[in-house]
């Protein structure tokens, strides 16, 4: 059985073969969240400024799994091609010098600090607690998903505006195009049972079943559920929820996708909480997926986000 590499080399053999001329198929490796490596290939129109890339470990497992590689190669290139960027696209890269056309297409995300640190020597980002709130910029969206680029701190220098001023825009631009979603877990456990649960939804689930039975227990995450943890990051979101409970806020991790959080009793045990969620981030999370280990608390009164002691 070839290994993951000669693979690669098939695939962009055999998409270079049908592609000729136009476009140029080439490998491209990345590092995605927490430092994952992922093995890509790109294609490039040659006159292009941009180009798709697509992972190969789901294709790569299909072949081990015994499917043709005409049929792998064949579902490659029509998704390179439903997402080879278009003109407006382009164009929309080559404006992102000009701070007043991004304004508007900047948001956040929530990583982890420590597992993404080399990463983000380069970038813009606020450290909060053991994770960093990083800065993106949507190039284009619709239903079939996002192009996005991470702000690097070069890109700044032209745009005369402070890293602190950028972020604060690109959550509120969350808070009003992609706004923070908060339901009980029984909402989840529903849809669980159903079956249409979405697939980052499973870490909160499986806390859910590692908590006592008589807690109440919430979601926090977006609306379109994608990299919802940063939901508690909007202004005056955990401030809101603290007020509608009535009391500080304990936040469990449970993936990069959203939170779990309950009321702050005088029993909490931090140490349990904590081996809880490092369990389920080792068991059900993948390793991509993964926001942190540790345990938050909200006060109420302050407003203070702090890892529990």
């Known amino acids: ?20 001329r136009e476009y140029e198929v080439f490998p491209l490796d990345l590092t995605k969240n927490n430092s994952v490596r992922r093995c890509g290939i790109s294609a490039k129109r040659k006159d292009a400024l941009a180009s798709p890339v697509v992972y ?11 499917m043709e ?4 190669v064949s579902t490659i290139q029509r998704m390179l091609m ?10 929309q890269v080559a404006t992102l010098s000009d701070f007043e056309t991004v304004r508007d297409h900047l948001q956040c995300r929530l990583i982890n600090y420590s597992a ?15 994770l960093a709130l990083v800065l993106e910029i949507v190039i284009h969206s619709d239903e079939k998903g ?10 700044t220098e032209d745009w005369e505006i402070s890293d602190d001023e950028l972020l604060d825009q690109a959550l509120e631009n969350g808070k009003r195009k992609n706004p923070a979603r908060f339901f009980r877990v029984e909402s989840l456990l529903k849809s669980l049972l159903a079956g249409t649960l979405d697939e980052q939804e499973t870490g909160a689930a ?24 940063v939901a508690m990051m909007y202004p005056g979101c955990l401030e809101k929820i ?25 029993r909490d045990d931090w140490k349990s909480l904590r081996q809880m969620v490092y369990t389920v981030n080792r068991q059900h999370v993948e390793e991509e997926e993964r926001l942190s280990d540790q345990v938050y608390v909200f006060c109420r009164t302050n407003g203070i986000l702090t890892l529990a002691a």
Request: charged fraction near 35%; hydrophobic fraction near 35%.
């Open 82 to 91: 439903e997402t080879v960027p278009s003109r407006e696209i382009e164009r």
């Open 206 to 229: 499986q806390m859910e079943t590692e908590m006592e039975p008589d807690l109440d227990l919430y979601v926090l995450t977006v609306n379109k559920g994608i990299h919802g943890a």
């Open 56 to 66: 190969l470990e789901g294709y790569y497992k299909d072949y081990q799994d015994g």
């Open 146 to 155: 996002s192009m996005t680029m991470r702000v690097q701190k070069k890109m």
């Open 69 to 72: 590689m005409e049929k792998i």
């Open 116 to 130: 993404n640190e080399d990463a983000l020597r380069n970038q813009v980002f606020r450290r909060v607690c053991d």
């Open 1 to 20: 059985m070839m290994t993951i590499e000669e693979f690669r080399e098939k695939v962009i053999k055999e998409l270079n073969a049908i592609y000729g």
């Open 242 to 266: 603290a007020d509608e409970l009535g009391s500080d806020l304990v936040i469990l991790p449970s993936s990069i996708h959203e939170t779990l959080i309950f009321s702050r009793t005088k």
